[in-house]
Nanobody, 122 residues
Framework: QVQLVESGGDLVQPGGSLRLSCAAS????????VAWYRQAPGKQRELVAT???????NYVDSVKGRFTVSRDNAKNTVYLQMNSLNAEDTAVYLC????????????????WGQGTQVTVSS
């Protein structure tokens, strides 16, 4: 019913920037909180940033001041602008969205995208 598709991952040099997108499609009535996670090889999945439906944001300490999460509700898309990237940012980045489905306003469903690879290396 709902699909999330991340894009924008790439190989970038240390100090570089990338902008990731998380686009939702399907029978969407509204999207509540959207979260960006990342998972590096051999490490647990880590919550990186969240943005609520009203635009309030939170970040893990390691990305504060470097990453910015934003959303375009008209496009059902959330972005993660990543600046001053370093090797420790290398991971698969995934988005998770809390979605109210059209016709089922009393329920909120959680959806995941498939992830996009970010590699920071010289």
């Amino acid at each position: 019913q709902v699909q999330l598709v991340e894009s924008g991952g790439d190989l970038v040099q240390p100090g570089g920037s990338l902008r990731l997108s998380c686009a939702a499609s399907g029978s969407i009535f509204s999207i509540k909180t959207v979260a960006w996670y990342r998972q590096a090889p051999g490490k647990q999945r880590e919550l990186v940033a969240t943005i609520t439906s009203s635009g309030s944001t939170n970040y893990v300490d390691s990305v504060k001041g470097r990453f910015t999460v934003s959303r375009d509700n008209a496009k059902n898309t959330v972005y993660l602008q990543m600046n001053s990237l370093n090797a420790e940012d290398t991971a698969v980045y995934l988005c998770n969205a809390e979605v109210v489905i059209t016709g089922f306003p009393e329920y909120t469903y959680s959806y995941w995208g498939q992830g996009t690879q970010v590699t920071v290396s010289s």
